[in-house]
């Protein structure tokens, strides 16, 4: 019934805005260092929290063991799931007017996806830390899944991934970018986010649009404003609404 609703609904809308968290990416088998197992994990083997890790003091205090982490959780071989692909087909059909994303996996441009506002940047591009030079960012991976450090190729500088590590603020103008595609869809679907990580949650209320619809597996502290809820598997949600014969793009 509520497929049926939504699908409906993503018919009839033009300006469809999506808002991402974590749940997206961990359907392509993207580890969540943020959920109980990446947590329990971390603590355990490096005796601190993903937090401290991934945090701008640390980085620059213990480079290697900022690199270890990053390794473990942020370089994979994933691949898009049905959330990422259907966003790319609601897009190229002129439904979808941009992704905002919580992930740095990339996952969404991988898809297709041309209109997607990172809002804690990507784990795929790095800046020098000396020269500030942007580098080739194939190559640092492949640095830091051979387990070296990333080191930048002009000057010999540590390089530093272009994602937003605790204590920084997040990119220039980003967050404007994501309040102004809120502010002007139509239709906002959240999902895969328990909407807990700041400023996520305070992005929505700049919504005016029809219908504000949130899908995640377990309950968010939106869900009483929402029109529309469902609990269930982001990808599995997007595959039944693009295959239903309202929207009919798969
Ligand atoms: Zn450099």
Known sequence: MSIETLAKWVSESGRIVFFGGAGVSTESGIKDYRSQDGLYTTVKEYGISPEVILSHTFFFEKPDVFYDF???????????????KALAELEKAGKLSSVITQNIDGLHQKAGSEAVIELHGTALEFLCTKCREKTDGTKAVKAIAEDA????????GLLKPKVVLYEEPLYDGVAERAI???ANA??????????????AASFV????????????????????KADLVIHDSIGKVMRAVLEHPEVGLW
């Not at 139509?186 to 400023?199: K, R």
Request: charged residues 20%.
């Open 180 to 182: 102004a595609e809120i």
């Open 149 to 156: 450090m990333p080191m930048c190729p002009l000057c010999g």
């Open 205 to 224: 209320e700049y919504f005016k649009g029809k219908h504000l619809v949130l899908i995640n597996k377990s309950e968010t502290p939106l869900d009483q």
């Open 186 to 199: 139509d239709m906002l679907i959240v999902g895969g986010t328990s909407l807990a990580v700041y400023p």
């Open 70 to 84: 990053y390794r473990r959780f942020f370089i994979s071989d994933a691949s898009p799931n049905d959330a990422h």
